[in-house]
């Protein structure tokens, strides 16, 4: 069940895949050797040039009128497609430990880290031929910083960007943030550098970049094909021009059984698969090579159940007055007029979209009194379900174990102290809340993807292990699209999820972000003064709405810390630590990607950073890169 932010990711490669099932597999050696002995997918041959490329992805964009990194809703594919037609400012290092240069060409951070002065590459021409420069950079941030989506998970960080010179710019920061480059500039889909035409909002042509390759068409969620960019201003490390392959041509093939037969009978070169079974029948499927992520220097993302930790409405969305037109009149609209907001509006932003879902008409309720954010029931939850069991019966045996953000290798992992299987004790807590809260029975609605059989198997083993321990949960499938609006506006009790993979924690700090509600705005909070003191509320895109002053201020204590200092490694691990005891996730086990390809499809599993010579990581997850690869 490999689901995505509505096919597609919200800003990053750490960004949320819904469904939570999505699982491959531990058995499966992460870089397989190839008879020769190279590792899968590298050949230091020479290239033979032209041919096309047919790659199946997971996914497609949902308008590529509008497909930019400023706009768009991105997931792996949406990457994969980026990556063809766009040139990042930044990639990371194959090694997983720095940036390295691409349209920029270096970054160099004030004291604080709280401004980054870039340089840019010069000579760079768009496919339509208009120059890249410090003016490009500048457009491309405001439009994301003015984007109603998008915005939500940059102006936390990013204050504005602006122009020094016409190949410097300047950004200044909200936060000290030592790694920004690397975390913001790199592994974000805001890296992408599109040409400007296509953020209006009634732009109708193909999308612009100065990548590898140039749309030639687009037919959305069946594919697209792109033809090489003749003009392209990257080279190899012998001088050859990139990229080698005449075009590529990627497919929309959403089923993953379906995917596997286009590889296997030649209807595609190349695939992406992030289900356990996919992943099992790759192991056995002849003329082909494969490799999966697990040994890359990227943790990967976490399949979970998300939780709403406060059972209200997105509690940011409420105080900035979004939910205006329920009754809840917000408390920003009041600030902005330099007027202190009413007692009982503030109170509405904070209490008054208290509720949970129905699970008789399986619609949000505000009259209903929400069970999730009490953190007994969820610590019960959390002790209720074998995750061991849950990796052999859902995972087909091929999922790890996940026991917070990180795996074990990472240097950031800490033993978290997540909650051990302890169902005797679950059971022992929710008779403590029933009596305590005087009610004779538990339960909740999970969301659920509709019409996926590995959903309803994830499913079936949570609602029997949560029985035993008396609590009743209830099934509401839906679309996509819906889950995920759900969440965002916090219409839900519980989701499956899978969401926080990458090479650098900092890429997860807008999902954690968490701003004081009692402080005034012109200090950085919320000026809700009629709260009490000391009240945080959670930033707009963290959709579990866990809101822990120590989750904040560990974080921003790791951000301003120099990359990789004991404070950097402790501050993160101390997030890892707090997610163990607050439980806005409840963690099942971690998802691993694999890329397999043709035998005649070669180099698919290398590239460089701007030099051309330099590695950098590819593939990043569910993403690769296409300049570099060929067909024999």
Known sequence: MASTLNRRQFLTHSAATVGGVALSGSIVDGLMATAAGAAAGVNGGTPKRGGTLRVGLISDVPNYHIFNGMQGKMDASGFCLANALYDPLFVSAANGKTWLPMLALSATPSNSYKTW??????????????????????????????????????KPIIASVT??????????????????????????QTCYMAHPSSFSSTFTGTPIGTGPFKVVSWQLNYQSTFAKNKGYWRHDAHGRQLPYLDGVVFKTIPD??????????????????QDSSSVKALTTMPG???????????????????????????????????FSSAGV?????????????????????????????????????????????????????????????????????????????YRKSSHFYRNPGYPVFNPTKAKALVETYKKKNKV?????????????????????????????????????????????????????????WNQFGGVEPSENYVWFNSQPATTPLAQGGLGMSALPSGTYIAGAVNFAHQADPAVEGAMLSALAA???????????????????????????????????????????????????????????????RWDQIWIS
């Not at 457009?139 to 940059?154: I, R």
């Not at 122009?163 to 690397?182: A, C, E, G, Q, R």
């Not at 932003?349 to 505000?366: Q, R, Y």
């Open 329 to 405: 009149p917000g408390t920003l609209p009041y600030l902005l007029k330099g007027q202190a907001a009413p007692a009982a509006v503030q109170m509405a932003d904070f209490e008054g979209t208290l509720g949970a879902v129905d699970p008789s008409s399986l619609s949000w309720n505000t009259k209903l009194k929400p069970v999730l954010n009490d953190p007994t029931i969820r610590l019960a939850c959390a002790m209720a379900i074998n995750r061991a069991t849950y990796a052999k019966v859902v995972g087909n045996g091929f999922a790890p174990v996940a026991d917070g953000l």
């Open 440 to 496: 004779s029975s538990v339960g909740f609605v999970l969301d659920i993807v509709s019409g996926s059989s590995s959903g309803q198997r994830a499913f079936a083993f949570v609602a029997a292990q949560l029985k035993s321990v008396g609590i009743t949960v209830t099934p509401r499938p839906l679309t996509q699209s819906t889950l995920i609006q759900n969440v965002i506006l916090g219409q839900y009790d519980c989701a499956t």
């Open 117 to 154: 002065t870039v340089t840019l590459r010069q000579g760079v021409t768009f496919t339509n031929g208009d120059a890249f420069n410090a003016d490009i950079v500048v457009a491309n941030f405001q439009a994301a910083a003015a984007d109603p989506t998008v915005g939500l998970a940059v």
């Open 256 to 273: 993953d059984p379906t995917r596997n037969l286009a590889l296997q009978s030649g209807q595609v070169d190349m695939i992406v698969t």
């Open 163 to 188: 122009k020094v010179s016409d190949h410097v710019v300047k950004f200044n920061l909200v936060i000290p943030y030592s790694t920004f480059p690397w975390g913001a500039l790199s592994e974000q």
């Open 562 to 624: 120099p990359n990789g200092s004991a404070a950097q490694k402790n501050g993160w691990a101390m997030v890892n630590s707090r997610f163990a005891k607050d439980l806005p996730y409840l963690f099942l086990t971690t998802l691993v990607t694999a890329w397999a390809a043709r035998k005649n499809v070669q180099n698919w599993a290398y590239a460089t950073a701007g030099d051309g010579t330099t590695r950098c990581l590819n593939p990043d997850g569910g993403s690769a």
């Open 288 to 322: 082909i090579s494969y490799r999966t992520d697990e040994k890359d220097p990227r943790d990967p993302s976490v399949n979970c159940l998300i939780v709403n930790t406060t059972g209200t409405l997105n509690q940011y969305f409420a105080w900035a007055g979004e």
